[in-house]
C-alpha cells in the first residue's frame, strides 16, 4: 500500500497524459510497428507505476517483451535503440507537467526507478524472445534444407532415377518425400525410380503409409517403382496396413534392379 501511495501522483500524470506523452515519443518516427511497440512499452510502464507487483510484475514484464520479440521482431534493432531514450522522454514530458502536479522528491526517485526497472526487464525479454525467433527460423531452413538433401534422385539414365533413402523418416520427411519425388519424376521425366531402402532405418506405420502412397502417386502418373534393399521390419509394416507387396517389383540391389530394367527395355 505504501509503495502506491507514494506513486500515486506519478502514475495519474501517466495515465492522464499517455496519449500526449505518446507522441512526444513518437513524432519523429515513420515506423507504425515502432510506434505501435512504444505505446504497448508505455501502457506497461503506467501499469507499473500505479499498481506495481498486484497488477503486473517484473516477470510479468519480462514475458510480455519476450511474447513481442518472439512474436513481433520486424523492428528489432530500430526499437531496441529507442530504448535507452524512452526513460527520458518520458522524463522531459512529465518535467514540464510538474508544476501541476507537485510530485514529491520521493515521487520523483520511485518513478525515475520504476521507469527504468520496467524498460529493462522488458528489453531483456524482447531481446530474448528475439533471439529465439532468429534461432527457430533458422533452424526451419535448416530442418528444410536437409529434409531436402535427405531425398536425392539421382538420375542414372535419361529415363531411370535412384532415390536412396537413408536414415530415420518422420512424417515432416515423409510429406517433403512425397512432394519432391513426385515434382522430380514429372520434372526430370523418370520412367523408372528405383527407391532403394537398404539405408532406412525404423518406420512407423503413418511413414509407410505415406511411403506407399508416395509410391502409388508416382505409380498413377506413369512411373514405374522398383524397391531394393526393403528389410524384414518395413515388409510386416506393409502387411499390417494391407499392402500386398507381391505386387511390386522387389530386388535385392540396385545392380539387380538395373539389370531388369534393361532385359524389358
Known sequence: MERNEHLNQAGSL???????ILNTLTTSLSNEDIKR?????????????LYGDDFLTY?????AGYEKGINDSSSFLELVELFPYLSEGIWNYV???DNDY??????RLRLTKEIELTILHYNAGYTNGYV????????????LKLNELSVPIIKVEDNIGV???????DANRASVLMSKTLNSVSEDRIDHLILDLTGLGTV??????YLFDVVNSMELIGTQIIFTGINKQLAMTAVSLGIDLGDKNIHQTVKDAMRSINKTA
Do not use: W
Request: aromatic content about 0%; overall charge negative; proline content about 3%.
Open 95 to 97: 518535467h514540464d507537467l
Open 37 to 49: 511497440e512504444l505505446k504497448h512499452l508505455l501502457q506497461i510502464i503506467e501499469e507499473r507505476v
Open 163 to 169: 532415390c536412396p533413402l537413408i536414415g530415420e523418416i
Open 14 to 20: 501517466l495515465h492522464d497524459h499517455n496519449p500526449e
Open 204 to 209: 512407423d506405420q503413418l511413414v509407410a503409409k
Open 102 to 107: 507537485m510530485l514529491t522528491m520521493d515521487e
Open 59 to 63: 516477470q510479468g514484464v519480462k514475458e
Open 132 to 143: 529465439d525467433m532468429i534461432g527457430n527460423d533458422r533452424n526451419q531452413t535448416l530442418n
